[in-house]
């Protein structure tokens, strides 16, 4: 058991006021990767992050709210939530909750969950379903934006191979604006990635700046498919490259020589789902 383990006080309100509490110093150590891996949690900000978790099943290990919030219905019932589901309640000052997330005017309630990853070998996508492999993804912006992206259009969800950012860190989780509770993640070696590839059945959409395809004129209907997308500074490797049964390309103008990687996701993902998303009826 970790010294994190040990000292989260198990099911009971704490009132912290102070920087230097063991406590507040194992939630701030979760902004690093290491302490992160090593506990298997991680940070989600904001009452509705925090209400979408609960709601989709994830383990809160420690809520930590503002005493600014006291009274507040929502806060109190997202912490009889946490009580009940067997976590921690910490009631802090909003100095400390600058402090754990790293912003001048943080939200008023921070939660800790615990990681959740799918394993690749569990994933047999249905005709329909859309999967998104990003290889070695850098930039926690672009990962936060994709997961949100492929949660807004439908898509089943991302396959992270070689060494990518961190999808559990602070900024990553920020920018899926909580789609990071909705969408599965799985985390895999080139190696195993190819492996997995040859069992798979649809078709594997690459997008590549050499690609001969207009992205425009497949049909992605009616097959598993799934969207390759390449490593922001490289874009995708040789290896990979010859694993797509197509290569894909979003025809461009003017000067820029390619597109945001998450841009350049979302333009695919909406092209390949279009035909499954429509505007709700008007009442
Ligand atoms: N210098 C990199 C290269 O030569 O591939 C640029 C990579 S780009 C910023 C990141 C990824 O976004 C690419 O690997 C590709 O998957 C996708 N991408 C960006 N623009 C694209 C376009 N016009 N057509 C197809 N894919 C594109």
Redesign the pocket.
Known sequence: MSEYEKRRPVGRVKQVTSLSNPLVKDIKALAQKKFRDQNNAFMAEGLKLVIDALDLGWEIRTLIFAKTGRGNTAIETIAARTVAAGGDILEVSEKILASITRRDNPQMVVGVFTQRLVPLKDIFPANGDVWVALDRVRDPGNLGTIIRTIDAVGAKGVILVGDTTDPFSLETVRATMGSIFAVPIAKTSVEAFLGWRKSFSGLVAG???K?AVD?RSVDFSGKPVLLM????????PGNLTQSCDRL?????AGRA?????AV?TGVMLFEIRRHALALEEAA
């Not at 894909?248 to 461009?252: A, G, H, K, M, S």
């Not at 020589?257 to 990687?261: E, K």
């Open positions: 997008t590549h700046l690609g992205y997308m390449g490593n922001e500074q490289q874009g995708l894909l390309r979003i025809p461009q020589d390619s597109l945001n990687l350049a």
